[in-house]
């Protein structure tokens, strides 16, 4: 298939850099999905690589994304590692209210950066560009406070990403973010999980 031979071409004329910035965030998703400290510093290696390829291919909000990403990488790490009474951070759940508006204040800085960026940069794709950028800004940050719904918005971003990746030749990036996709669903349902644990069923004797 066509689409097969593509994918090993360029799985062949990627930099040794990106094809490690691949393995590292592929590493960050599951080990985030279960839970591990040590998803922050394989997050940290791989957006430092990454924000200089998206920089390189005329992804400026992707580019700056990754950059944004590294210093996420260090306040997850500490918030992590202890809450405020020095315990390991729980999963936290949010009502849908709170989300609908907080979904509405990115949609409008995704429209501003995205006009920004369509009038006065080079950049491709600008209002998509803009608009998975700022969401996916607000959900590393859900991903740092332990936030069930992070995975849902994760969705979203990814799917998204993949279209903006194949238009610009990035394929393996672009099978990465296929691949996300279904582990994002599956950190959903793992975190759920630990939030909202099964209660054992007791059989009651007869008197």
């Known amino acids: 298939m066509e689409w097969i031979n593509a994918l090993l071409r360029d799985a062949s004329a990627l930099s040794q850099w990106e094809a490690l910035a691949v393995v590292l965030a592929l590493a960050y998703v599951l080990l985030a999905a279960k839970e591990s400290l040590w998803c922050w510093p394989a997050a940290l290696f791989s957006t430092a690589i990454y924000t200089v390829i998206f920089w390189e291919v005329s992804l400026l909000m992707e ?29 936290q759940s949010w009502r849908w209210q709170r989300h609908v508006l907080w ?39 859900l991903v740092a406070q332990k936030v069930l719904e992070n995975w849902l918005y994760w969705i979203v971003i ?13 394929l393996l990036t672009s099978a ?24 054992p069923h007791v059989a009651h004797r007869p008197a």
């Open 63 to 91: 580019s700056l994304l990754n950059a944004y990403y590294m210093a996420m990488a260090v306040y997850g790490f500490m918030v992590w590692r202890r809450d405020d009474k020095g315990k390991p951070k729980a999963i």
């Open 176 to 199: 990465l973010f296929v691949l996300y996709v279904g582990i994002a669903a599956a950190g959903y349902w793992l975190w759920y999980q630990r939030l909202h644990p099964r209660q």
């Open 103 to 141: 979904v509405a204040l990115m949609a409008a800085i995704a429209m501003v950066a995205g006009f920004v960026m369509s009038t006065y940069t080079h950049a491709d794709y600008p209002w998509l560009d803009a608009a998975t950028t700022v969401f996916a800004v607000f959900a590393t940050w």
């Open 158 to 170: 990814d799917i998204v990403s993949i279209y903006l990746y194949l238009n610009k030749g990035l």
